[in-house]
């Protein structure tokens, strides 16, 4: 389904791709076969794990505003050809909408910031939950792609990815500034050192295909980040496409965030998480005075904490209790300003509330949870009607599909409760 970015999987720099089921290989018949635009340039695997498979360059060049290049195997290769047309247009917009979008006069442009490189500011006002920006992949490479063939073929590979594209000067203009762009094994000016260091400072976590991949979007990329951002992406089904959207209203001249890491971590977290870009964040959160940023941190902290506790009373049959931090964290959230987590929070105090046996209030708390969802994108194009998509659903359906992740709320057996 169409999920939002964890921020955690943007490319850390030594990552090993998790195992894969291997896919058997003999029903590609042929490696030219229509929707790739060039013959497939490929590299062997050296790894023990699968020796001598294949992993090529496939180029589609009339894919997307540049064209699109994956490094992938040759089955995973067949299995995404037909994702290919995943047009964001259809993903996240209206008719209207993407007129709108794309009548030449976007929301946004591509400026210098002082300090951060390029970055990129809203043109005029911009709602709450609107969709700002809408981009789809350039380069994708399978994330174990340098464990496979090793880190020299992958970056040759790489190379020849960023050149079949029909504007490769769009991904080589990119930023390649990251922490380890000087100490790598690659030598400057060796093939494949500036796609890779643009690779590494820029490219989204994906899972296309079945499988978990480094994907580039080349006009997301100029967005710089914050720790308490005004926009989030969000991924096409297919996670070719991706949109940017405004978690509140947006002025114009003011610049686009959003999170490279992920959102929610008191303030030391932060600075780790984002070592590894090389820059020290400024960001309005980061800049709080020393006795303001301690406060964010400990609200931060009892956020984090309090999922857990609320299910261990909840379990405990303490559901007045439960639904009582719930609501206290639910404060703190909106204090913190974390967006992202209240359709999560209300979702939980749904289910205790329904627990409890107390549908009407149940069904409050839940449909706070869908509205937003379905404002946010997560749920179609947040334009559809509300009211009769919620019909669809019934509540322990929705509460079943929501806030993936977050231990079902079981009512405690006669002999558990205290
Ligand atoms: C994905 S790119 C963002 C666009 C980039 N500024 C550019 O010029 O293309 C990430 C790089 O931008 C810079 N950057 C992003 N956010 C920043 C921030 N909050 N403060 C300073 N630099 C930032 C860092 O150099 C980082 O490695």
Redesign the pocket.
């Known amino acids: 389904s169409v999920g939002i970015l964890d921020s955690d999987t943007l490319l850390p720099p030594n990552s090993n791709g998790p195992q894969k089921p291997i896919l058997p290989s003999h029903n590609i018949k042929n490696d030219f076969e229509s929707p790739w635009s060039h013959k497939p340039i490929c590299a062997r695997s050296t790894s023990l794990s699968s020796p001598g498979k294949k992993y090529c360059v496939y180029t589609s060049n009339l894919t997307g505003p540049a064209g699109m290049s994956m490094i992938v195997s040759p089955s995973i290769a067949a299995e995404a050809a037909p994702l290919l047309n995943d047009n964001p247009l259809d993903n996240f917009l209206t008719l209207d909408q993407a007129e709108q979008l794309y009548s030449g006069n976007p929301p946004y442009k591509v400026v210098e910031?002082e300090?951060?490189?390029?970055?990129v500011i809203a043109t005029r006002p911009i709602a709450k939950f609107e969709t700002i920006m809408v981009d789809q992949a350039a380069v994708v490479v399978a994330l174990n792609i340098e464990k496979m063939v090793g880190k020299k073929e992958a970056r040759r590979l790489l190379h020849t990815a960023v050149e079949q594209l029909r504007v490769p000067g769009e991904v080589r203009g990119?930023?390649g500034?990251?922490k380890a762009s000087s100490e790598g094994d690659a030598k400057e000016g060796e093939q494949g050192k500036i796609e890779e260091d643009v690779m590494l400072?820029?490219a989204f976590g994906s899972e296309i295909a079945g499988i978990d991949c480094r994907a580039l979007f080349p006009l997301i990329?100029?967005?710089?980040?914050?720790c308490n951002p005004n926009a989030f992406v969000l991924f096409s089904r297919a996670g070719i496409s991706m949109a940017v959207k405004a978690y509140r209203p947006i002025a114009p001249g003011e610049e686009l965030?959003i999170s490279?890491i992920t959102l929610g971590q008191p303030s030391r977290n932060r600075a780790a998480a984002l070592a590894r870009?090389?820059?020290?964040?400024?960001?309005p959160l980061c800049s709080l005075a020393d006795h303001e940023k301690q406060h964010s941190d400990i609200l931060r902290s009892l956020i984090s904490q309090s999922e857990g506790k609320i299910l261990e009373l909840a379990q405990a049959g303490r559901l007045d209790d439960a639904i009582a931090l719930t609501e206290e964290s639910i404060q703190m959230i909106e204090e913190e300003q974390q967006e992202h987590f209240l359709t999560d929070s209300y979702a939980l105090l749904a289910k205790l509330w329904l627990v409890k046996g107390d549908r009407g209030r149940a069904e409050v708390e839940a449909r706070k949870s869908f509205d937003r969802l379905v404002q946010m994108g997560f749920l179609g194009n947040g334009v559809g009607n509300s009211e009769r998509e919620w019909e669809e659903w019934d509540l322990e359906g929705f509460l079943e599909v929501v806030g993936e992740g977050m231990v079902a709320v079981v009512p405690p057996k006669p002999e558990d409760a205290v």
């Open positions: 910031i300090g951060k490189g390029m970055g990119l930023s500034e990251h400072t820029n990329s100029r967005i710089n980040h914050a965030s490279y870009w090389g820059f020290s964040c400024t960001c």
